[in-house]
Structures are given as structure tokens and as C-alpha cells.
């Protein structure tokens, strides 16, 4: 995604998960930082095609002086977007980090509950992804751990957390920004080492130049880890076997590669329409999430 025209690109990205924000009422959760400010350009720019409710929300968390800027910012981007934003202030309590994001998303549901709003959105993107798979294997986790975040899960009856970026590389989002002349806050906390979420960032940005694919390869091996440990998935991971089999019988085994079969599976569950790149010049065109003759 580092064409001439990164918002464009980002717009495409997130229009394909379209099956899980489509018409819903929206509380987003914006920091002021990149990551999430390039989620409420995206989210506003498809509004009109999605049939979106969007509010955005910020919560402050009181730990650092910088905060009353970020919310600034926050504000700003409502502004800019023309979208209503709020501003939110946790509970006082313990400053670890597993205590913060439980209060942080005690907040968000609140808010969520007050506009009569169906889904939290985050602006986690796959780096984020990478660290809390490493982060669940430091700890020892099992399945569900190494599954790392999923890309919706229930907060409550009526209310689920939405993640539509899970498979978007961060630099990408921070070129939205600069894109759409986005203004975005800094996070000088992101660079101390005595937060372990940093600590592993830090560490990831010495490996990548050598491991090219290690964002994609986590994200499979979650995606694989979830889908066992996920009784509710069953299903899909049973549309995915079959699918794969299909598809290396009728086109070879490079259609059936993981990322291909899941992309197809996709854009079959939402219903799309479009010719879908199965590798070794192979395609299938969809229209209306049916395969169809050329």
C-alpha cells in the first residue's frame, strides 16, 4: 500500500471489511495519535457508502501533561471531519497496563451505551498485532493468547468491539495522515523501554529488516491459533478447508495459500463483486459473492 494514492489505498482496504462495519453506529476511539486519526479519516470518508453513525471519543487517562493536547487534537479532527467527539476521564487507580485498558474500554462501553451505539472501533493495525501474539507467548499463554486480537468480539449483548485494521501496516496509516493533511499528537511515553508493549516494538524494529514477511507470518499463525481455540469459528474454518481443497484441485496449490483462500472467503461472506487474483496467473470473478462464468 505505498501507491500515489495511500488514501485511496487504505479507503480499498478497509471498504473489504465492509461486512462487519456496514450500517452500524460507531463510537471511535481516537488517542489524537496516527494509527487512530487515520481511522476516523477512513471511517469519514466512507460514511456515506457504509451507512455509518460515527462519534468519536477520547479517553484521558490523567498520566501525563501532553494528554490535554492529545484530546486537543482529538477535537480538531472532530472539527476538521465534522463529526462529534468526546472527551472521557477514567477512574483513578493503578497505572499497569492491564488495569488501564480495563478502565480505558470500561469507558469506551460506557460511552457506546450512552449513544445507543452497536460497536467500539480501535485503530489496532498489524504491528499491534504482532506484539500482543509475543506478548501472550512471554507469558505462556495457550490458543486463545496466541491468537493475539480478533477483528470483532462481543463487549456485551448489543455491543461488539470492531477492529477493521488488523491487516493494515502501521506506516501505511501514518501516510493517510500526511495524505490528508491529518494533524496527529506524538506519544512520548511509546518510547520508554520500562513499558513491555515498547520494549517488544523496540525489539520488532531490529528483526524486520531481516524478517520482511514477520508482521504477515504472526498474523497467520494467530489467525490459525483463534480459529482453533474458537468454538464459534468452527464453521469458518471448515469453509476455509473446503475452499482451500477446491481451490488447488481446480487452479494448483498456489491458489490455496492461506492469504488468498481467506481474502476469497471474505469477499464471499460480504457479498462482493470483482475478480480476485488466485496466483500463477489463475483468477475467479465473484459477483454478489457467487463465482461466476467470464
Given at each position: 500500500m505505498r501507491g500515489a494514492h495511500p488514501e485511496r489505498d487504505l479507503e480499498a482496504a478497509v471498504v473489504?471489511?465492509?461486512?462487519?462495519?456496514?450500517?452500524?453506529?460507531?463510537?471511535?476511539?481516537?488517542?489524537?495519535?496516527?494509527?487512530s486519526v487515520a481511522l476516523a479519516g477512513v471511517l469519514s470518508a466512507l460514511a456515506v457508502r457504509l451507512e455509518l453513525r460515527l462519534r468519536l471519543v477520547y479517553v484521558h487517562h490523567a498520566m501525563r501533561r501532553s494528554?490535554?493536547?492529545?484530546?486537543?487534537?482529538?477535537?480538531?479532527?472532530?472539527?476538521?471531519?465534522?463529526l462529534p467527539a468526546d472527551a472521557l476521564s477514567i477512574?483513578?487507580?493503578?497505572?499497569?497496563?492491564?488495569?488501564?485498558?480495563?478502565?480505558?474500554?470500561?469507558?469506551?462501553?460506557?460511552?457506546?451505551?450512552?449513544?445507543?451505539?452497536?460497536?467500539?472501533?480501535?485503530?489496532?493495525?498489524a504491528q499491534d498485532q504482532t506484539e500482543s501474539?509475543?506478548?501472550?507467548?512471554?507469558?505462556?499463554?495457550?490458543?486463545?493468547?496466541?491468537?493475539?486480537?480478533?477483528?470483532?468480539?462481543?463487549?456485551?449483548?448489543?455491543?461488539?468491539?470492531?477492529r477493521p485494521l488488523l491487516a493494515i501496516?502501521?506506516?501505511?496509516?501514518?501516510?493517510y495522515c500526511h495524505a490528508r493533511a491529518l494533524?496527529?499528537?506524538?506519544?512520548?511515553?511509546?518510547?520508554?523501554?520500562?513499558?513491555?508493549?515498547?520494549?517488544?516494538?523496540?525489539?520488532?524494529?531490529?528483526?524486520?529488516?531481516?524478517?520482511?514477511?514477520l508482521d504477515r507470518a504472526v498474523a497467520r499463525a494467530a489467525t490459525i491459533a483463534g480459529n482453533a481455540a474458537d468454538d464459534e469459528e468452527a464453521d469458518r474454518a471448515a469453509a476455509r478447508r473446503w475452499l482451500a481443497g477446491a481451490l488447488a484441485r481446480r487452479f494448483g496449490r498456489e491458489a490455496s495459500e492461506f492469504e488468498r483462500v481467506e481474502a476469497l472467503l471474505s469477499?464471499?461472506?460480504?457479498?462482493?463483486?470483482?475478480?480476485?487474483?488466485?496466483?500463477?496467473?489463475?483468477?475467479?470473478?465473484?459477483?454478489?459473492?457467487?463465482?461466476?462464468?467470464?
Open positions: 473489504r471489511e465492509r461486512s462487519f462495519v456496514f450500517g452500524r453506529r460507531l463510537s471511535v476511539a481516537c488517542s489524537g495519535g496516527a494509527d494528554a490535554w493536547q492529545d484530546e486537543c487534537v482529538v477535537l480538531r479532527i472532530g472539527a476538521s471531519l465534522g477512574e483513578p487507580g493503578s497505572d499497569d497496563e492491564a488495569s488501564l485498558r480495563e478502565r480505558r474500554y470500561n469507558a469506551l462501553l460506557g460511552h457506546a451505551r450512552r449513544w445507543g451505539n452497536d460497536g467500539i472501533v480501535t485503530a489496532h493495525h501474539v509475543l506478548l501472550a507467548l512471554f507469558r505462556g499463554a495457550g490458543e486463545r493468547g496466541l491468537g493475539g486480537m480478533r477483528a470483532r468480539r462481543s463487549l456485551e449483548p448489543g455491543i461488539e468491539l470492531l501496516d502501521g506506516e501505511d496509516l501514518r501516510a494533524p496527529y499528537a506524538v506519544d512520548p511515553s511509546n518510547t520508554s523501554l520500562d513499558v513491555r508493549r515498547n520494549a517488544v516494538r523496540d525489539a520488532l524494529e531490529a528483526l524486520r529488516p531481516r524478517f520482511p514477511g469477499a464471499i461472506e460480504a457479498g462482493g463483486s470483482g475478480r480476485y487474483a488466485l496466483g500463477g496467473g489463475a483468477s475467479l470473478l465473484l459477483r454478489d459473492g457467487m463465482p461466476t462464468n467470464e
